[in-house]
């Protein structure tokens, strides 16, 4: 009788210690850099402050039960490093490189696509130079904001599996800053002016 009592109590033991570990992407946090950078790059910032939501009580309380029945979960806290030596190079490049392009989405040549890269729209109306500088301002931001979604997924041991995430929240982030008759590309690949 002792030793079942004995073994009853290391059973519940173990159960009250057993702890899931989940590993996951941290799209709110690179969420939260993207519209850093953004803002950065561009030279703005959002005025609006995302609303907290409130849980319900019911929601409240099935939380607090959580913490006395069954196994804990505990998240492995990943802090998105935006601010590496190779980041900071192409932020300041591509903050360089922006007024340049400001006069190309004004015009309606360039667009925001959906995987975080810019796209030609309409260069009926620009004469030979300037489709020249389009070409080569356009180049040399794609190829920089390929480099600084890489360096994100590296600096923060992402898998490479996460490149396609990191690109289409940082497309969220390009499109919702830009501004009103700008080409913008939705999730669904069409374009529209913002």
């Known amino acids: 009788m002792r030793r079942l009592r004995h073994l009853a ?71 998105i490093d935006v601010s590496t030596p190779a980041i900071r190079s192409l932020k300041q490049a591509m903050k360089d490189n922006y007024p340049q392009l400001k006069n190309f989405y004004d015009k309606g040549a360039i667009g925001e696509n959906n995987m975080g890269l810019l796209e030609q729209r309409d260069a009926g109306g620009l004469n030979l130079k300037e489709k020249a500088d389009l070409n080569r301002v356009m180049g040399t931001e794609n190829n920089n904001r390929a480099a600084l979604y890489n360096e994100i997924m590296r600096a923060n041991k992402l898998g490479s599996d996460s490149l396609p995430k990191i690109q289409r929240i940082f497309a969220n982030s390009w499109r919702d800053k830009s ?9 669904g690949g069409g374009w529209q002016k913002k």
Not at 40 to 68: A, C, H, I, N
Not at 180 to 187: A, F, K, L, S
Request: glycine share 4%.
């Open 9 to 79: 109590l290391s059973f519940m033991i173990l159960l009250a210690a057993c702890v899931t570990v989940n590993i996951y992407f941290p799209a709110a946090a690179i969420q939260k850099a993207a519209d850093e950078i953004v803002d950065d790059v561009r030279g703005t910032k959002d005025q609006k402050q995302p609303e907290e939501k409130k849980g319900d009580t019911q929601s409240r309380l099935l939380d607090s039960l959580k913490k006395f029945v069954g196994p804990a979960e505990a998240h492995a806290q990943i802090n």
């Open 179 to 187: 501004q009103p008759g700008w080409w913008i590309q939705n999730d």
